[in-house]
């Protein structure tokens, strides 16, 4: 296991170093716009002379790599420059947009499992009979819908029709945690557990019928065990194991997804931010965001790929061989 | 997506298996014939949305860019369809018109992805060695970008715009597909029929183009077809966002993107564009699903006579699973190596 996760480590190495490259080379190409946001957006005549000094004054007129390694040393403690646009410090921004987001995918996921899990089981066991096909369409269905249109669905339906819940999630006016507490998560994480659950559900299912179908299980029902000991026994061990891997994977479908769906609801996420900062020509906002979200997701990865090893023994035995 | 493949190899259907439970032969075939008959039916709901797009200018009853202020946020009626928008522009033809922008880009994009990363999979496989190790390792990188966030931010730089959205998506979608051309390629190799047409004088194209390709171009249209919804709602996303399409452009994300503020007044410029959106990507999801379902090696394991190409193929080798599930298991595969 020590090994494992030593030559995990070391394997990240070329990944991060690849992350920051390209977030920053990407951001590099778009250079000299950048001064001309910058100056657009502080309103003032752009002429050649003042590029060239704010070039000179942000440091943009140095070589790539002294950049590039000034950036790297910046994202390492924290000090990733000032916003184009609000003049506040790029990382402090990023950090206290984050819990918003955070918060939003860990209520997806808990909603996702409490959907899919059931739902996946049920359909199996009901192989080829009404509930598995009623199951199964609504997952293809939930599966070709965009999550702005059921979005747009669940504020119409809920927010403006029923009015049971608000149309803008975010306690307007408030800050931090107040902001984003109240019943405003729900349509939020509602859109986006729509769509991974509808993802989850099929898999969950053939991940059942495949496990009913082991010697095993045979074996269980002869000797007379219950049908229900057998599926929570020893199935839903493996859609557990299951589960673990596809969550990981997700995480990067969610922290990219939550960009429309905080938008909508006005969710004051990261993924708003984003949405925010591109429209207004941010770069260093729209840098910071890209980079830490791909070190999110490589780390949350890395944690699945430990815990899969910790949880599937055959995993385990094969990396030690 | 990468999830889904590892969990479909690691879990095979229970009707894969229905050989060895004593279905009859009669039977399989009656299946077979159904999944011909899904085929057939999906291909020509496909071809339909198709021909829509590309005779879209003849279809459309009212020309989708005239504006009529006397006769703004009309609901659904015989006349409009589905109504009319804030600027009075009849949105059944909207829609029509916006097919091509969402269908065309698409399948650009998707044609893009496929090929680009296929021929890297390819030359990868075929030559190993350092630009192996230093291709395999670009493709890393780009898979360590969650989902569209990468896409967020090349939009953002590049600006708006359909064609800018398109490469957004291509530059994020590639990996996978040079992963799995480069899994099927390295086990190619090794089948005895390529050194035979070496020996028989064939050059190192010949090889690639007339052996190689066609015995991996399988598993890689499965892919690609069954990407086109998934590609679909993405740059109807990124429309959402307004970094693609550009307004006044008929398109449908924008479209309703556009109408967000008539959500109440006037719903149904909003819930048109995307009843279209969901037809659209239901339709070519079903199609992919079933070519997935038509082609699935396993599927025909137990079905005696099956599609000729794939028979040739024999089965998909092991590595398929492993680049497949991605950077995740990286570990396992370069060990295997």
């Known amino acids: 296991m020590k090994h494992y996760i030593v030559r995990r480590l070391v394997q990240l190495i070329p990944i991060l170093i690849g992350i920051t490259l390209l977030s920053f080379g990407m951001m590099y190409l778009a250079g000299g716009d950048a001064v001309t946001a910058v100056l657009e957006n502080q309103g003032v005549a752009v002429t050649q002379e003042l590029i060239d000094a704010k070039r000179h004054e942000l440091g943009l007129d140095q070589p790539f790599l002294v950049q590039y390694f000034n950036w790297l040393g910046g994202l390492i403690t924290g000090d990733m420059g000032t916003s184009y646009v609000s003049g506040k410090d790029v990382f402090t921004t990023f950090t206290s947009k984050l819990p918003a987001t955070i918060l939003l995918t860990f209520t997806s996921v808990l909603a996702t499992i409490v959907i899919a899990v059931p739902l996946g089981i049920l359909a199996a066991v009901k192989q080829n009979r009404f509930t598995d096909y009623f199951i199964r369409v609504l997952s293809f269905v939930g599966n070709s819908l965009p999550n702005f249109f059921v979005a747009l669905l669940l504020i119409f339906v809920f927010a403006i029709n029923l009015g049971w819940l608000p149309v803008i999630s975010a306690n307007i006016g408030k800050t931090g945690i107040e902001a984003i507490s109240g019943p405003g998560i729900i349509l939020p994480t509602a859109t986006l557990a729509i769509a991974m659950a509808s993802k989850y559900t099929r898999q969950i299912r053939a991940t059942v019928l495949d496990e009913l179908d082991k010697p095993y299980v045979a074996g269980a029902r002869a000797r007379g065990v219950p049908e229900q000991r057998i599926l929570t026994k020893s199935v839903l061990k493996s859609v557990m194991i299951m589960l673990v891997t596809l969550l990981a994977l997700s995480i990067g479908d969610l922290l990219g997804g939550t960009a429309i769906v905080e938008t909508i609801f006005q969710w004051d996420g990261v993924g708003k931010l984003a949405v925010d900062s591109i429209t207004m020509r941010d770069y260093p906002m729209i840098q910071a965001y890209v980079v830490w979200m791909a070190i999110i997701y490589v780390a949350v990865n890395l944690i699945a790929d430990l815990l899969y090893h910790y949880l599937d023994p055959r995993v385990r035995l094969g990396g030690e061989e | ?337």
């Not at chain 2, 008929?250 to 564009?273: C, F, H, K, Y």
């Open chain 2, 1 to 337: 997506m990468m999830a889904t493949a590892k969990m479909s190899q690691r879990a095979p259907s229970r009707s894969s298996k229905s050989g060895e439970d004593g279905v009859t032969v009669r039977e399989q075939k009656v299946k077979r014939d159904f999944t011909r008959v899904k085929l057939i039916v999906f291909a020509v709901l496909a071809l339909l949305v198709l021909a829509v797009a590309v005779f879209a200018p003849v279809l459309c009853p009212y020309d989708p860019y005239i504006q009529n202020l006397s006769n703004a946020l009309q609901p659904p009626s015989a006349e409009h369809l589905a109504g009319t928008d804030r600027y009075g522009r009849d949105l059944f033809s909207r829609i029509i018109m916006g097919s091509q922008s969402s269908i065309f880009s698409t399948l650009a994009l998707v044609a893009m992805i496929a090929v680009i990363g296929t021929a890297i999979g390819v030359v990868c496989g075929w030559k190993t060695g350092k630009l192996d190790v230093v291709l395999m390792r670009t493709s890393d990188v780009f898979l360590a970008f969650p989902g569209l966030v990468f896409a967020l931010a090349i939009a953002g730089v590049l600006g708006g715009g359909m064609m800018n959205a398109v490469l957004a998506l291509a530059a994020i979608s590639w990996p996978k597909y040079a992963r799995i051309a480069r899994g099927l390629t390295l086990a190619q190799k090794n089948e005895p029929y390529l050194a035979a047409a070496r020996l028989a004088g064939c050059s190192t194209a010949q090889l690639i183009f007339r052996h190689i390709l066609p015995n991996i171009a399988g598993p890689l249209l499965v892919t690609a077809m069954l990407d086109i919804g998934t590609m679909m709602m993405e740059l109807a996303g990124l429309s959402f966002l307004g970094l693609g399409a550009q307004p006044p452009v008929a398109e449908w994300g924008s479209m309703m993107s556009d109408n967000r503020s008539l959500l109440q007044t006037a719903p149904w410029t909003i819930v048109s564009p995307g009843i279209a959106i969901f037809i659209a990507v239901m339709v070519f999801n079903l199609l992919g699903d079933t070519i997935r379902d038509f082609m699935d090696p396993q599927h025909r394991k137990t079905a005696p006579g099956g599609q000729g190409w794939l028979r040739k193929r024999k089965e998909t080798p092991d590595g398929e699973v492993q680049e497949l599930s991605g950077f995740h298991e990286q570990g396992k595969e370069r060990e295997e190596e």
